[in-house]
């Protein structure tokens, strides 16, 4: 099976679409990043391809579309393709791309998300998160999963896990991983949140014998950065502190955090971290940080629907220090996540359909 996957070049999307052919068997793989002249460009396409989106278009016009909307380079770059049979895209800027390409190389569309505003029903097959399930009847081209696919597994963190406590010299004491994200519209850490969560957390090493481990996200406030990095730098209790897109040993630090942690926090503001979390086979604590609010972000369905079937367990900072506790001595095992494999399989019986 031939592959092309367009990126958008976002971390998050990157990481779904990485995911998904990670599991596909006998997979072949061509990244192409999509980049436009304009924004605006990018925006009218959409909006052509919401209306045509349907319609087998004439070669040459659509070799037209690409050219007006692509930069020179991507346009480059997929002109040189010559055979595929999924193209796989996540994300809504590249979701119009994909269709057009899927005319001109006769292949599979498949996308991760509801594209928007272009939506799902000209794609072959659309995987969707919960908070996308807008209509109750099952659509053939919808495969439903309950978060994000993503690169990790069970198996993949435990094989790591002896290797990278041996490379960093770690001690056998149980260890704490922190995945801090940072704002969005609904929700943001503050300063004080982090001195909090500091507070908590230092409390725990001292009474549970626990190691944290802690990495920030880009969309982490700078403020936030450089308070957290004051204060963890140097405690004995936090032998890994890692800030994105600075240089480490570590071939992917991120995941090794993963990997060592025998318990995750993640800050609830992060679904994309929140599904990584989940599908690592650990206990996992979803922390809020915003105020209470009667209309919550469609995230929260997901995370109400994970707790119920013991995915993960969501708390506020006042209650976290006993979430810890429960987290590291319990031992009731916990449900991974599976949206990887299953969307890897509605890819292929889609192969096996057509």
Known sequence: MR??????NKPGHYKQSLGIVERLPNCETEWVTVEFRRKWRDNLLRIFMCVFGGMSLPMSFVQTLLRWSLADDT????????TADIILSTGSSVAAVNL???QILNAKSVTCRRPSPLGTRYFDLAI???FSWHSKRDKDNVCKTVGVPNPISPDILNAEQKQLTQELNLTGCPRIGILIGGRDRHETITTADAEA???????????????????????TPTDVVEHLSSMLKHADWCPLFIEPNTPSAL?????????LSDLLIVTADSFSMVCEAASSGRPVIVLTLSRERTKKPKRYMVYESMEQHAVVRQCRLDSLKQCIVDGITSRVPNTPLRDTETAAEAINRLMISS
């Open 197 to 219: 969560l500091y507070k908590v957390c230092k409390g725990a090493a001292a009474e549970l014998k626990v190691q944290a481990l802690v990495t920030t996200s880009p969309r």
């Open 75 to 82: 346009y480059s770059a997929l002109t040189t393709l010559q």
């Open 128 to 130: 969707l998160p919960m």
């Open 3 to 8: 592959v092309i996957i367009l990126s958008d």
């Open 100 to 102: 057009l390409l899927g």
């Open 251 to 259: 071939t992917d630090p991120y995941q090794a955090i993963l990997a």
